[in-house]
């Protein structure tokens, strides 16, 4: 048969070795053109011709397939995930692929347009709906799923606890807002008070630094007495001793009126006896008479001085003997008021020495209370502060609060309720 011969069926050969190049891809188009053929080889050439045509039309198809199924995988590869293979050949099994590729691309993007909703509602704190973990089997795309409803989970929790924790922060806000309030309240009326009773401390140290130079004065001034009634007492003494000295003496010139008296009376018998010998004498005794009648008139005279000196001498004893008396009283007295006055002193000084340290304390309680004020000044402050600062809170978390009230998640109401 001619068909083995190769010599003679070299153009068929060629066609169908173009045919295989066409097929490996190693030319893009079959031109079998030669005219040199006789009747039957050119019926063959014809019919490989056709055969040509037929396979390079389906290799077109299954190059517009394949085109299609790469720009639908490059977009795929983008992220776009709408684009669909429109076109259909004969060979099924690239339309199988071509299919299968559609279903992956519909299933993506049904399932990446449920995520991206989901999300979307995510970005307006809508955090009630979650992605359907089966839509996937497994991989990346499975763990995406899981990944972003942990992310929910994780989400849901954190604003849980976020709302519980505004919601407290607003109660306890307004508790250290009322708090605060009264603690400046009180801060303030402890302030006024301790400068009242700062003024208060102050008169009385005041009084008390007057009641010591008073304690002092009255110290000095018993002393001053004690001195005097010391030297009074001394002055009666010495009285007594002049009085008995004066009642000696008084009785010394009582016992020389006595003397006088008794001389008086001897002088007057003389006179007597001379005047009864000068009558006796006749003339020659009349002058003698007459000295004898001076003599008795002196001793008259002096036996009436010795009695006006007795009554002065007695009455005067009696008078020493009361001055004594008195002045052994004013001993007694002014022992006694020596003795109370130095009471008195020892109290005075007891007083004083109290005073002394009375007002130190005063002075240290003062001190303390000034301290007291100053940091209770800085304290009403620190309360104005915390006060400013428990309003700020209180709004925070207003703001807080509001703001995580406007998210939507699961367990919000019994967090309200």
Known sequence: MFLLDKSKNKHIFGALKLIDEYIKNEINSIEIVDSTLDKDRKKIMDTIQELAKVIESK????????GEVMLATEKLSDGYTDDKISIITSNEKLNYIAKSINIMTEKIDKSISEICSVLKEYSHQNYMDSIDEKLFKGGKLKELTLGINYLRSEITKNLKNSYDTCMILKKEAKLLQKDSSSLFDATSSQAVALEETSAAIEEITATTSNNTKTAQMMSQQGKIVKGSVDRGLNLAK?????????????????????IIDQIAFQTNILSLNAAVEAATAGEAGKGFAVVAQEVRNLATRSAEAAKEIKLLVETATKKADEGKHIADEMIKGYEEINSNIGKTTVLIEEVLTASQEQENSIIMINNSITQIDTLTQKNAITAQDVKE????????????????NKAKFQGKKEINT
């Open 59 to 66: 290799q077109t198809e299954d190059l517009t397939l394949y």
């Open 238 to 258: 010495r009285t007594v001793t002049s009085m008995n000295e004066i009642n000696e003496s008084t009785n010394l010139v009582n016992n020389a009126t006595n």
């Open 389 to 404: 600062i428990s309003m700020e809170i209180s709004k925070i978390a207003d703001q807080n609060a509001e703001l995580v």
